[in-house]
Nanobody, 121 residues
Framework: QVQLVESGGGLVQAGGSLTLSCAAS????????MGWYRQAPGKQRELVAT???????NYADSVKGRFTISRDNAKNTVLLQMNSLKAEDTAVYYC???????????????WGQGTQVTVSS
């Protein structure tokens, strides 16, 4: 199995910054894509940012220029640096590991438990 543990959420004023971190552990060979998704109350979960093992990044238009994703393949960790936060960034943020390969794994996609980010205006 694969476990994803997130940290770094909290309450911040609009215009402030937060850094989320996620660490993957368990028995696996590699993770193709690591990233962050978010879900606000009453809304569907949406992509925030992802990074492939090769370093290709993808950002939601709403966070481009404000958020930066960075990944450490050796440590199986991914960070999300969030700057210039807005009230509309308030959501539960979920870490995702996709394309996970390993012996005995029943699936290739895993989610963390989520961490709350609240931006006060």
């Amino acid at each position: 199995q694969v476990q994803l543990v997130e940290s770094g959420g909290g309450l911040v004023q609009a215009g402030g910054s937060l850094t989320l971190s996620c660490a993957a552990s368990g028995t696996f060979f590699s993770i193709n894509t690591m990233g962050w998704y978010r879900q606000a109350p009453g809304k569907q979960r949406e992509l925030v940012a992802t990074e492939t093992r090769g370093g290709t990044t993808n950002y939601a238009d709403s966070v481009k220029g404000r958020f930066t994703i960075s990944r450490d393949n050796a440590k199986n960790t991914v960070l999300l640096q969030m700057n210039s936060l807005k009230a509309e960034d308030t959501a539960v943020y979920y870490c995702n590991a996709g394309g996970v390969s390993g012996l005995g794994l029943r699936r290739s996609d895993y989610w963390g438990q989520g961490t709350q980010v609240t931006v006060s205006s």
